[in-house]
C-alpha cells in the first residue's frame, strides 16, 4: 500500500508539473501582452547607436511598424554618446533608455559610474531568453557578466583599398604597409579614442610592437575622427588605403559603385569584434516597458536581420544567414569559429580592453600628442 501510496505521489506530481509547464507559455504571453500596453502608454524608446544613416532608418521603420511604438535615435560615435550619458545619469537626467555600440568607452566611463542596469531580466521572449538560439550562449563582455551585452562576433579586414591605386595582391602582411609607394596615401581612424581606430591600432600594437607603428606613423599617414570623411576619401581617390574602417562607413559608396575594396586578412591574422553590437540599458531609464519590447525586437530573429544588413556584420543568432558577408571582407565567428576560439581573439571585453587596449592607446597618445 505505502509504494502504490508514493506512486500515486509522484503521477500526482508529474501531473502538476506538465500542467504549469503548459500553463507557463500562456503566463509568459499575458506578462508580454501588459508590458506592451504600458510600452504604449509611455510613448517611445531613446537609443543612442551608431553612426549610420542606414541602420537608423531600417531600425525606425522595421520597429514602428512591428510594435506601433515611436523611436528616438540619436547616432554618435560611443565616446562622444557616452560622455553624454555619464553626465545626464551624474546631474540625475533620465532621457536615454539604451546604448548601443562599442565597448571601449562604455567599459572606461559608463561600468565606474555604477549608471548601468542589469540586463538579464530584460530578456523576456523565448526566442531572446533561451541561449539555444545563440551562437556561444548568451555572452556578456564585462567581467561581472551582467551589464554589458555581446549580440555580433565577426572578423573583419578594416584595411580596405582604392583598387585602381592598390591592388589586393600587393597586400599580404601588415608590413607592406610600410612600401615607399604608399607614403601620403594612408588614412586611419584616430587611435587615440575609443573606437575602431584603436581596435585595429592596439592589434598591430599587440602583433608588431611599437617600433613597427613608429615607421607606419613615417608614412605620412591622414588621420581624422571622421569616419565618413575617412571613407569618403578613399572613394575619391583621395588615399589608396584605410584602417580602422569597414563595410558600414562604405555603403553607400559600394551602391555608387566608386572604388573601393577590402584587402585580404594579412599573414599575421586578425582580431574578432564585437563592432558596434554590444547592448546596454542605463539605470532608471524612462520607459522601462519601451525599453523591454525594443530589446526584445534588437536581439529578436527580425532585429538581428536588420542590424546585420545595416551594419555589415555577424549576428550571433543561429538562424541568421551571414555567409552574404564574406563579399565584403567580413566573417562571422559563427562561421570560422569555435566560442572559445572566440574568447581566445576577441578584443573589446573589459579584460582585454584593460590589458591590450588601453596600453596602445596610451602609446598613440605619445606618439601622435594627446
Do not use: C
Amino acid at each position: 500500500m505505502k509504494k502504490l501510496s508514493s506512486l500515486a505521489s509522484l503521477a500526482l506530481a508529474l501531473l502538476s508539473a506538465s500542467s504549469l509547464s503548459a500553463q507557463s507559455p500562456q503566463f509568459r504571453q499575458a506578462e508580454w501582452d501588459k508590458i506592451l500596453e504600458a510600452a504604449k502608454k509611455e510613448g517611445k524608446v531613446v537609443a543612442s547607436i551608431p553612426p549610420t544613416p542606414e541602420l537608423r532608418k531600417l531600425m525606425e521603420i522595421a520597429f514602428s511598424r512591428r510594435y506601433g511604438i515611436a523611436t528616438e535615435f540619436v547616432p554618435a560615435r560611443g565616446g562622444a554618446v557616452v560622455q553624454r550619458l555619464v553626465s545626464e545619469a551624474k546631474a540625475g537626467v533620465q532621457y536615454f533608455d539604451l546604448h548601443i555600440g562599442g565597448t571601449e568607452s562604455v567599459i572606461t566611463a559608463m561600468l565606474p559610474e555604477n549608471i548601468l542596469d542589469a540586463i538579464d531580466p530584460y530578456l523576456i521572449l523565448p526566442e531572446v531568453r533561451e541561449p539555444k538560439h545563440w551562437w556561444g550562449g548568451h555572452i556578456y563582455i564585462d567581467n561581472a557578466k551582467r551589464y554589458i551585452y555581446n549580440f555580433v562576433a565577426y572578423q573583419t579586414v578594416s584595411l580596405w583599398s582604392d583598387p585602381n591605386q592598390y591592388k589586393s595582391s600587393e597586400f599580404k602582411s601588415f608590413d607592406d604597409l610600410l612600401s615607399p609607394k604608399l607614403q601620403g596615401k594612408i588614412g586611419i581612424s584616430d587611435p587615440r579614442t575609443p573606437g575602431s581606430g584603436s581596435s585595429m591600432w592596439s592589434y598591430m600594437h599587440y602583433i608588431k610592437g611599437e617600433e613597427y607603428l613608429r615607421k607606419l606613423v613615417g608614412q605620412k599617414l591622414f588621420i581624422t575622427r571622421d569616419l565618413r570623411l575617412l571613407a569618403e576619401n578613399l572613394a575619391r581617390g583621395k588615399i589608396a588605403v584605410t584602417s580602422g574602417i569597414g563595410y558600414s562607413e562604405f555603403q553607400p559608396f559600394i551602391k555608387a559603385n566608386l572604388p573601393v575594396a577590402p584587402l585580404p586578412v594579412p599573414k599575421e591574422g586578425l582580431y574578432i569584434s564585437g563592432g558596434y553590437g554590444h547592448l546596454t540599458i542605463l539605470k532608471n531609464n524612462p520607459h522601462p516597458n519601451a525599453t523591454k519590447v525594443f530589446v526584445n525586437w534588437l536581439l529578436s530573429r527580425d532585429g538581428q536581420e536588420v542590424f546585420g544588413r545595416g551594419m555589415g556584420v555577424g549576428s550571433r543568432r543561429l538562424e541568421i544567414d551571414t555567409k552574404w558577408l564574406k563579399d565584403y571582407g567580413v566573417i562571422a565567428a559563427k562561421d570560422f569559429l569555435t566560442p572559445d576560439q572566440f574568447y581566445k581573439y576577441e578584443n573589446q571585453s573589459e579584460e582585454k580592453i584593460n590589458k591590450v587596449r588601453e596600453p596602445a592607446a596610451a602609446f598613440a597618445r605619445k606618439l601622435l600628442g594627446a
